[in-house]
């Protein structure tokens, strides 16, 4: 809106009128989008740059703040299928601090306020902010009574049930702590387990979340708190509510007692005499943020003794004793020069700016990706538009923004294509397991697409699945462009291919001809050797759509044989209900799935690439028959934790040679649970259902694995 270029300064007192008035709304709206869609639809630090020009203006016409002002809000009020819990204690926000500055006025306000001179030391505590949702858990009597979301910071959403089976929230607490006790804290998703569940999220055929933040909040608020037991959630604890007998008098003593109570507090916890040394120790966190396995978006800082702390007290949604130093979002400007449709595997149509090169975080970058067709529609972007790029962390840069207002009519709206790039077959969206469209455009060329066939080979020849040295994605663009390499058949066929026109390879491989000698016979070694994979690995390999490396050890195990597979999908096809039946009937495999396979093969190309390759000598080994009299046979077991002496695949694998099967999750159909190194939820939950649970050490005593 224009009249925010305007400074606080020289606005009128209708033009503040007006502006906190817009300000208010619009604040309001990107409330419900954070806090109750789990959706956000600005960044963070667009939210606190409205947050702070509402606040200038409020500092400069005091007497036009609303009563709905969002500087006294926290959140939105709870509208959901939870019941509702009122704080005891309110669930208050932070001040914001962006620089030195900052801390300093932070510094002298806590001086006056508490009539210290500069002589007199202030200890602060120093820890990560969590980009995560606070949540406070009640204890009465050692015992987890309840557990809510912050809500409006007056009343939250009763999440208990879902609180209960993070393995960070202990159900019991010690001996000796308070009659109440609070805690309150941060729960989040660390960076690999985001990136599981994502990946398991698409195996199925549901929708994945943009960001850990966002797979915390969607995995916290499920109504069932089934789902919440399988999503990897994690809980820092970092302040109280209400207690009945305080226990220290300093935050560092209460942290230390969180600590001693079983709660998980942050290991980047310290102490610091002066807001220099806060603001040094902040630029080493920030420098190593991408480390840290989590998303922070800045440091807290609060002053150590709580005497103080409660005579500083609060000014509307915020402590005074208390303020988060945020990091600057890594952002810069440039020009986006072009949009490139990149065709993956599985046809997804993604779109990739092309920008004028700009160095964001110290990273230089050219490439950004817009997600999908949404995405463009929903930034407006267009070509020669100037747009904020942003890199978080480990993440593919983003265009977070497009600078309207730099329009100078060169931009051309950019119109996504309803055809392939590559072949030109149509795209479309698909319908999700869930019964929604899939954002993502698809083509519908399957293997007669270049790009997908080029990508399929990538993925068949990949370490998960024939795992074959030597034919990396170079050297797959390099025989693809020559014409040597198109279908996984191909690379069987490569053998008569090297002596029929010895000179293609000399050319594509820029090696001399000793050198090409022995990379082709190791080449072709490791060709021989792929001919007897696992047939779980195979059907992995063939890279049917929602078909990842747990379903195809599934389906391997079912049928067998490669043969025994192909023709009960055949028979399928063909309407065969037994065949359809005995399909379904198999855990883990779901409608989306069926589809997936039917779909296969009903594309004739499949089939010939299938029957090719058993013509080829590819002959898939089966899994070994499980044994069906050892003492687990017929179980259903599940694993949990951090196995130290062989990896959970392994495991698996080894339990279901045993006759067990094995499940992901634990119900009152569990026999037995397995319980590795820092167990958490899956281990509380078979303990209250009363199920058998093993240690590794005992695991590996039936596993006869010593
Ligand atoms: S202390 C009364 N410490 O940031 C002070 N908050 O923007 C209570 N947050 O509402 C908050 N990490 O959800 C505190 N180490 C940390 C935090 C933290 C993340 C969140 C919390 C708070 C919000 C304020």
Not at 92 to 119: C, H, K, P, V, Y
Not at 294 to 310: E, F, N, P, T
Not at 334 to 346: E, H
Request: hydrophobic fraction near 40%.
């Amino acid at each position: 809106m224009k009249w925010r270029t305007v400074l606080v300064d020289v606005l009128t007192s209708e033009q503040a009128a007006e502006e906190l008035k817009a300000l208010a709304e619009e604040m309001a709206g990107h409330d419900v989008a954070y806090y109750q869609n789990d959706d956000p639809v600005i960044s963070d630090a667009d939210y606190d740059a409205l947050r702070q020009r509402n606040e200038a203006i409020e500092e400069r016409f005091p007497n036009l703040k609303r009563q709905d002002s969002p500087s006294d809000k926290v959140g939105v009020t709870p509208e959901s299928g939870f019941g509702k819990i009122q704080h005891s204690v309110p669930m208050l926000s932070l001040g914001n601090a962006f620089d030195l500055q900052d801390l300093e006025d932070f510094d002298t306000r806590i001086r006056r306020f508490l009539s210290l001179d500069d002589a007199e030391t202030i200890t602060y505590t120093s820890e990560p902010k969590i980009d995560g949702l606070s949540a406070s858990l009640r204890y009465e009597n050692g015992v987890f009574i309840s557990g809510a979301t912050r809500g409006d910071g007056q009343i939250g959403e009763d999440i208990t049930e879902n609180l209960k089976t993070l393995k960070d929230v202990p159900i019991t607490l010690p001996k000796g702590v308070p009659d109440i006790v609070e805690i309150r804290g941060e729960v989040y998703m660390a960076h690999d387990d985001f990136k599981a569940l994502n990946r398991q999220q698409s195996e199925k055929g549901l929708k994945t979340f943009a960001n850990p933040r966002n797979a915390a909040a969607g995995s916290l608020r499920q109504l069932d708190s089934k789902i919440t037991a399988d999503r990897p959630l994690k809980f820092f604890a970092y302040t109280w509510g209400e207690i009945s007998d305080m226990p220290a008098d300093t935050q560092s003593g209460m942290m230390a007692c969180f600590d001693m109570w079983g709660f998980t507090v942050n290991p980047d916890f310290n102490l610091f005499k002066d807001v220099t040394a806060l603001n040094n120790h902040w630029r080493d966190i920030e420098e190593r943020r991408s480390l840290l396995g989590y998303d922070i978006d800045g440091m807290v800082y609060k002053i150590d003794r709580l005497d103080w702390q409660s005579r500083l007290g609060f000014v509307s949604r915020a402590p005074r004793w208390a303020i988060a130093h945020k990091f600057p979002a890594e952002k810069a400007i440039t020009q986006l020069l072009d949009i490139d449709i990149q065709v993956g595997r599985t046809g997804a149509l993604t779109p990739v700016a092309k920008l004028k090169k700009v160095t964001v975080g110290g990273v230089e970058v050219s490439n950004a990706t817009l997600h999908n067709a949404d995405e463009i529609k929903r930034l407006d972007v267009r070509l020669n538009d100037f747009v904020v790029v942003q890199r978080a962390g480990d993440v593919i840069p983003q265009i977070i923004e497009v600078l309207i207002d730099k329009r100078e009519g060169a931009q051309q709206a950019f119109h996504f294509p309803d055809n392939c790039p590559e072949c030109g077959a149509q795209a479309f969206h698909e319908i999700r397991a869930d019964g929604e469209q899939d954002a993502v455009k698809r083509c519908s060329g399957g293997l007669s697409c270049p790009a997908q066939a080029k990508e399929r080979l990538k993925h068949f020849v990949s370490r998960s699945a024939l795992d074959i040295d030597g034919l990396g994605d170079k050297q797959i663009d390099e025989f693809w462009a020559n014409d040597l390499l198109k279908t996984p058949v191909d690379i069987f066929k490569l053998y008569q291919k090297a002596d029929e026109a010895p000179e293609i390879w000399l050319y594509t491989s820029g090696k001399n001809k000793g050198q090409l000698k022995d990379s082709l016979t190791k080449l072709f070694r490791a060709i021989e050797q792929a001919k007897k994979p696992d047939l779980d690995r195979f059907l992995f390999a063939l890279g049917i759509r929602h078909v990842g490396e747990t379903t195809a050890r599934l389906l391997a195990r079912r049928y067998k044989t490669l043969e025994g597979f192909r023709d009960a999908i055949l028979s399928m096809c063909d309407g065969d209900e037994v065949s359809k039946e005995e399909l379904a009937s198999i855990d883990g495999v779901g409608d989306t799935m069926m589809v997936s396979l039917l779909t296969f093969f009903a594309e004739p190309h499949n089939l010939d690439i299938i029957n090719g390759l058993i013509d080829f000598g590819v002959a898939p080994v089966s899994l070994p028959e499980a044994e069906n009299n050892t003492p687990i046979s017929g179980k259903i077991i599940v694993f949990t934790g951090t196995l130290t002496r062989m990896t959970r695949a392994e495991a698996k694998a080894r339990a279901e040679m045993m006759g067990a099967k094995v499940s992901g999750s634990v119900s009152d159909k569990t026999d037995i649970l397995v319980a590795g190194e820092s167990a958490g939820s899956k281990l509380k939950k078979a303990e209250e259902l009363g199920v058998e649970t093993m240690t590794e050490d005992e695991w590996l005593e039936i596993a006869a694995i010593t």
